[in-house]
């Protein structure tokens, strides 16, 4: 084909530039606009307590939910030819009752018109809520725009518009655990991505000790957790917690000045001695007592390490405010299954063993220096008849927190929140790991969160 001399020709490299700007310049227009499903995920995650996203299985039953929300025969019409993902969440306004989200790609609109309750379209979605006074009580906080996600939440919105996956903030995590929650200040807001295996399940993700964080984190996921090779738990035991520093543990009720208060002023533990106390490693482990004078006895472990002196100080503070209390020292066991020494320590030297017990003569606890005096044991019920010393973990450990349970075990002793899910208070074994993020530091106030749970037999 001849070329018209009269057309002028561009150069080459405009001519490319052209093309590029055609091809570039939309898809980056799209790529800033927010998808409608999107927006809607993006305001639950602002405004709800706790978001939980399915994938589409339309050969399993039709979860209850559905049938709630939808009645029984169009909740059965949709779920057989799903192709999208779904969602449940719980807000603080419906006294525990959840509500479903459904993409509106593809349904029909006048399966809505004969609901009881209208649904709501937020974005790309439609929100199916379990009664009329909860549906306007989500619309009225929906209102407010909503920024575009940043942080961890932004690191989530994939996740919960193509996983399985679940997303809380601190008012659903207070829920859940109950009087647990300050125990676990440093995960107030936290998404996981969620997988099957075989008789359990297995997660992935992160958490938050500030709620909405901000911290620019790379995207991506880490893959299927890989629980290292953890010896079992011992039949004897329910719990074993054990981590770098008890302010892990502690710093959520220590923000409390209902509880910070009666420390200083009781038992002298003032801002030197908690700072003693918060950067301590530990190791907690909870025992079942089979003659049921105690539901489970406590032992916490602690590495004083070359601080001797201000430990020993803070256990005669304790001593005096227990006898105050009407408690009393315990004859020591004879012959003792613990070390102790050949003879009479000096005053200078702790003593090795202290047990306390109420004026009709029952034990409630006490401790225990280890041989060396460079850890302590105390514990809440009968003196442990062996001590689970602590050790010093890996380098690629530091700053990680680890939890091994037996959660079926701890609910058939009433010791778990109520509120926690049936597929965790029914399984027989839960292992949790959380350490700092990668490349955000061990003071971040971000974790990396890994765990599996195995379901009862």
Not at 113 to 138: A, C, E, K, M, N
Not at 170 to 182: H, I
Not at 266 to 274: A, F, I, K, N, T
Not at 292 to 310: C, D
Request: net charge positive.
């Amino acid at each position: 084909m001849k070329v018209d001399p009269r057309i002028p020709r561009l150069p080459l490299g405009l001519t490319l530039l052209t093309t590029l700007a055609l091809l570039l310049v939309p898809s980056l227009l799209l790529s800033r606009m927010p998808r409608p499903q999107a927006i809607g995920l993006e305001k639950l995650m602002a405004n709800v307590s706790l978001l939980q996203s399915f994938r589409p299985t339309p050969e399993r039953p039709v979860p209850q939910l559905w049938q709630d929300r939808l009645g029984a025969d169009s909740a059965t019409k949709l779920w057989r030819f799903q192709t999208r993902s779904w969602w449940q969440f719980w807000d603080d306004h419906s006294n525990g009752q959840p509500f479903l989200a459904l993409s509106s790609r593809g349904l029909p609109a006048a399966l809505f018109r004969t609901l009881p309750v209208p649904p709501i379209q937020v974005g790309d979605l439609v929100i199916l809520s379990p009664d009329p006074l909860s549906r306007q009580v989500l619309i009225d906080r929906l209102q407010p725009q909503v920024l575009r996600s940043k942080g961890l939440r932004q690191r989530c919105l994939p996740r919960l518009e193509q996983e399985q996956a679940v997303f809380w903030r601190p008012t659903g995590l207070g829920v859940l655990l109950g009087p647990l929650a300050p125990l676990l200040q440093d995960f107030q807001e936290g998404c996981l991505s969620l997988s099957i295996e075989g008789q359990g399940l297995a997660w992935t993700g992160e958490a938050a000790s500030v709620e909405g964080m901000v911290l620019q984190l790379p995207q991506g996921g880490f893959g299927t957790p890989n629980p290292p090779q953890l010896a079992p738990l011992a039949k004897d035991v329910l719990l074993d917690v054990h981590g770098d520093s008890l302010d892990q543990l502690i710093s959520g009720l220590l923000a409390r000045e209902l509880i910070r208060q009666p420390l200083a002023e009781r038992y002298g533990l003032g801002p030197e001695q908690l700072q003693l106390l918060r950067q301590t490693p530990f190791r907690l482990i909870l025992r079942p007592r089979p003659d049921r004078a105690f539901q489970a006895s406590l032992e916490l472990t602690v590495a004083v390490g070359n601080q001797q002196a201000p430990w020993q100080a803070g256990l005669q503070r304790l001593a005096d405010r227990l006898q105050k209390d009407g408690l009393s020292p315990s004859p020591l066991p004879s012959p003792s299954p613990l070390p102790s020494p050949s003879r009479a320590p000096s005053p200078k030297v702790p003593q090795p063993i202290q047990l306390w017990q109420r004026k009709d003569g029952v034990g409630l606890g006490g401790w225990i220096w280890h041989p060396g005096q460079r850890q302590l044991t105390l514990f809440l019920g009968p003196q442990p008849s062996q001590l689970n010393p602590l050790q010093a973990p890996a380098q690629g450990e530091r700053g990680s927190l680890q939890l091994q349970a037996r959660p079926r075990a701890l609910a058939d002793l009433g010791l778990l929140p109520p509120d926690l899910p049936e597929v965790v208070k029914r399984s027989s074994s839960l292992w949790v790991n959380a350490r700092p993020f990668p490349g955000a530091g061990k003071a971040a106030p971000l974790s990396q969160l890994e765990g599996s749970l195995v379901l009862q037999p």
